[in-house]
């Protein structure tokens, strides 16, 4: 009667959603302050100021068709151009606005970019600990995801990367800074990986293409993050002003297909004939012309600074083992016993919700979004001190 995976994606919600429902729900039960909800990433910064002043501008300035009546399929070229000017200017690749697609967040770039991509079988290949729908999106667009564990201290382990890299390899996907485990990648890694990826391509005769996730490049605590497409040309970033701007709901972002990309007008075509396909056309007008106002700009970074400072100090001194994170608004921890679900589960019992890494690829950890407000930190802090004396870790 209905398509059956479609039907079990319906009735099977992420794992991070399901914590985050669940929250809700307790929250109606027991009352919002008494639950600390680490569950989603959903910026907790206000908005740089010149978004709202943006929005009121054009409210005010441009005549209601034109400000929200349908633009061009891509995206209105006024928008367009004022990305490829940006990529430009500060990365240095001769972007141009022919390369560029406006779209609802990194989601669905994501989804259209697999879509275009990947013919029937081809694997997607995915450095683990990764964002889960990664694996949705690549079956959807027909492809079979490959996941590969990354190396010490969550960095790409080359070696590992070359081996699971095929004939059928049709991808790459990076995301850094990274979800779920705040890991930079640096620019000799990002060089590595792309001779890696162009001897692939020697070998199979057809470029192996990097999809770079980029919702949180903004997002660092004084790390560099490297321009994927500086260190390997067939390269598709992926951006989002979801989390840079905290502009989650309003759902806009963008494709950039490179242009030293191998068949880059091709390449895009196939953007465009995927967008189309999955009906991502015209992403919302308004707020395109709000991001092309306000690129390169972010929330506060430094009140995430303080978030993740207050709780990875909080929670080493309690003898739990965190990965320092360098970007995004994520803290990586162990689980103090092997089944991170089972951990969870006890966290719950002191209202502390987080989301197992079992979801992520990797099996013994749990990521916690510390991109709430602090007095959530701060009320959770006697939970976190109770739960790690359960497990023994203080007196």
């Given at each position: ?164 890299i095929g004939k059928r390899t049709k991808a790459v996907i990076l995301n850094s800074p990274n979800n779920p485990t705040g890991v930079v990648y640096g620019a000799e890694e990002l060089s ?109 970074v430094e009140e995430y600074r303080k978030n993740r400072d207050l709780l990875y100090s909080f929670l080493t001194q309690c003898g739990f083992s965190c990965v320092p994170p360098e970007g ?25 919700l987080f989301v197992p890494s079992d979801g992520f690829g990797v099996k013994g950890y749990v990521r916690i979004s510390y991109c709430v407000e602090r007095a959530v930190i701060e009320r ?16």
């Amino acid at each position: 009667m209905v398509n059956r995976n479609s039907k079990r994606l319906g009735q099977e919600r992420s794992v991070i959603r399901e914590i985050f429902e669940y929250a809700n729900e307790r929250k109606r039960e027991i009352g919002a302050e008494n639950v600390f909800d680490f569950s989603l990433g959903n910026p907790g910064v206000p908005a740089p100021p010149a978004v709202n002043a943006e929005i009121v501008r054009l409210t005010e300035e441009m005549p209601p068709l034109a400000l929200h009546g349908y633009t061009s399929a891509p995206g209105a070229p006024d928008v367009r151009e004022a990305v490829a000017a940006y990529i430009r200017t500060a990365f240095g690749v001769p972007m141009s606005a022919d390369m560029v697609y406006m779209t609802c967040g990194a989601a669905a770039s994501l989804a259209v970019t697999l879509r275009a991509l990947c013919e029937e079988g081809d694997e997607i290949v995915a450095i683990t600990p990764c964002f889960p729908e990664y694996r949705v999106f690549a079956e959807a667009a027909g492809g079979r995801f490959v996941e590969v564990p990354a190396g010490e201290g969550f960095h790409p382990d080359m070696a590992a990367l070359k081996a699971a890299i095929g004939k059928r390899t049709k991808a790459v996907i990076l995301n850094s800074p990274n979800n779920p485990t705040g890991v930079v990648y640096g620019a000799e890694e990002l060089s590595a990986l792309g001779a890696l990826l162009h001897d692939a391509g020697a070998r199979n005769g057809s470029p192996v293409f990097l999809i770079a996730d980029e919702p949180y490049r903004e997002l660092t605590y004084g790390a560099a993050v490297p321009y994927p497409m500086v260190h390997y040309a067939n390269t598709v970033v992926c951006y989002s002003f979801s989390k840079s701007l905290s502009l989650a709901g309003e759902r806009i972002g963008y494709i950039a297909v490179s242009p030293r990309c191998a068949g880059a007008a091709d390449v895009f075509s196939a953007v465009c004939g995927a967008a189309r396909a999955l009906g991502y056309v015209c992403a919302p007008s308004l707020f395109q012309r709000v991001a092309a106002s306000c690129l390169g700009m972010s929330g506060d970074v430094e009140e995430y600074r303080k978030n993740r400072d207050l709780l990875y100090s909080f929670l080493t001194q309690c003898g739990f083992s965190c990965v320092p994170p360098e970007g995004a608004f994520y803290l990586f921890m162990r689980s103090p016993e092997p089944d991170a679900v089972a951990f969870c589960e006890r966290a719950k019992r002191h209202e502390l919700l987080f989301v197992p890494s079992d979801g992520f690829g990797v099996k013994g950890y749990v990521r916690i979004s510390y991109c709430v407000e602090r007095a959530v930190i701060e009320r959770s802090l006697p939970a976190f001190g109770a739960l790690a004396r359960e497990y023994g870790l203080i007196g």
